[in-house]
């Protein structure tokens, strides 16, 4: 993007709901209070200031294992889902192979980059990683990783949903055959939490990784589930006061945890009549797409998928050049952690797309503020581009 577009205002229709979320409303007013007059350190043990934050954090702890189904004392507050995929694959791995000797970390081709550096980061302290393919609908293959797995094995990590195209796996068969070997499973769930229902006690989950401002809450926040029985144990990343069980050291954000609790409640209670209209909404956008420029492949699976996620592949038309042809529409071409390269999406790949066919993929992602209007006018924005698009290329010719 250009630097003129860089300093334009906001489009005008944001769908982009993957990279990330506008804070709901009712969130900020939970949270305002704990910027101000209640302004006390969680950690302070000596006075009210101190006791009324501390109060309000382990309502929010609740509340976050509340839509996990998970015990409070299972949930770790962090800054994010980055540093909970971080001290989960690194911890965990560390853990297993200094007490059991367990020195072999399994992970899948398309997850998040925090997952698959922080994997990188173990094989170049020693350990032995496997990176394994995805099927061309972007699940897992449960054969393939059954195989990789053994008696050596510590982690395995795998995403609950994948943040380009919206793939959910089958968190409980892929438990099953991780714990056969003695194995742990990571979950990174951040774009699953509050859009599709997670039990981390029933699909059998001994890590899992929550974000705030995947699911209407602030940026900044997060949590980690560590599961108590059987006990999990993980080494710490970085020393300090010992807070959060020694997990995750720093003085916690009263108003930022409050964030997530308020915005796990509200998604808890909302979860199934959203995901119902959202996936009307992009059944509704793919259809008018399709009257306008014919079938449009959608990458990943049509079944097992997101509600309001769609990666899209249209012939002919690199996406880059649609999104400039279509500058109203806030749309990506995969993930806001790799966006800084114009490259093809490793995700994309690992499903079996080529370069060009990656290159021609767009992520469109509808959410809670959107509205059909704007599903209407989007369809006709993004068919315009890619006609206009497709159009030049011909001329070209």
């Not at 630097?3 to 979320?21: E, F, H, M």
């Not at 506008?22 to 043990?45: C, I, K, Q, Y």
């Not at 308020?262 to 979860?271: D, N, Q, V």
Request: hydrophobic fraction near 45%; proline fraction near 5%; charge should be negative.
């Amino acid at each position: 993007m250009t630097q003129a577009g860089r300093n334009s205002r906001p489009t005008a229709i944001y769908l982009d709901y993957q990279a990330t979320t506008p804070t709901d409303p009712r969130v900020v007013e939970a949270m305002l209070p704990w910027f101000g007059e209640r302004f006390g350190n969680p950690h302070s043990e000596s006075h009210a200031y101190g006791w009324d934050a501390e109060e309000a954090v382990e309502r929010a702890r609740g509340e976050v294992a509340a839509i996990l189904n998970a015990d409070p004392r299972e949930v770790v507050f962090t800054s994010g889902a980055t540093e909970s995929n971080n001290i989960a694959i690194k911890g965990a791995a560390r853990f297993r192979k200094r007490h059991e000797g367990r020195d072999r970390v399994v992970t899948l081709a398309s997850e998040h980059k925090c997952a698959l550096e922080s994997v990188r980061a173990l094989e170049r302290e020693g350990f032995e990683i496997a990176v394994l393919p995805v099927r061309t609908d972007g699940l897992v293959d449960l054969e393939v990783l059954r195989a990789a797995l053994d008696v050596r094995t510590a982690l395995v990590s795998v995403m609950a949903a994948n943040n380009e195209i919206g793939t959910i796996q089958p968190m409980a068969q892929v438990a099953e055959a991780v714990h056969a070997v003695g194995a742990w499973l990571h979950v990174d769930a951040a774009q699953a939490v509050g859009k599709i229902p997670i039990d981390v006690r029933a699909q059998g989950i001994d890590l899992l990784s929550v974000s705030g401002h995947k699911l209407y809450g602030p940026k900044g926040i997060g949590a980690l589930y560590v599961r108590r029985r059987p006990r999990v144990r993980l080494e710490p990343l970085f020393d300090g006061g010992g807070q959060e069980r020694g997990l995750r050291s720093g003085t916690l954000p009263t108003p930022l945890c409050v964030g997530l609790s308020e915005a796990c409640r509200i998604a808890s209670a909302e979860m199934r009549a959203e995901a119902a209209r959202l996936e009307h909404l992009g059944e509704r956008f793919l259809g008018l797409l399709e009257e306008r420029l014919g079938p449009v492949p959608v990458n990943g699976s049509r079944t097992a998928r997101v509600p309001g996620n769609l990666n899209l592949r249209f012939a002919g038309a690199p996406a880059e050049e649609v999104m400039a042809a279509a500058p109203e529409l806030a749309v990506s071409t995969g993930s806001a952690c790799s966006s800084a390269k114009v490259e093809p999406s490793y995700v994309l790949c690992a499903i079996g797309l080529s370069e060009e066919e990656a290159a021609c993929s767009l992520r469109v992602g509808f959410g809670r503020m959107t509205g059909a209007d704007e599903v209407e006018r989007a369809a006709g924005l993004l068919a315009d581009a890619v006609e206009r698009v497709r159009a030049r290329a011909a001329a070209a010719e």
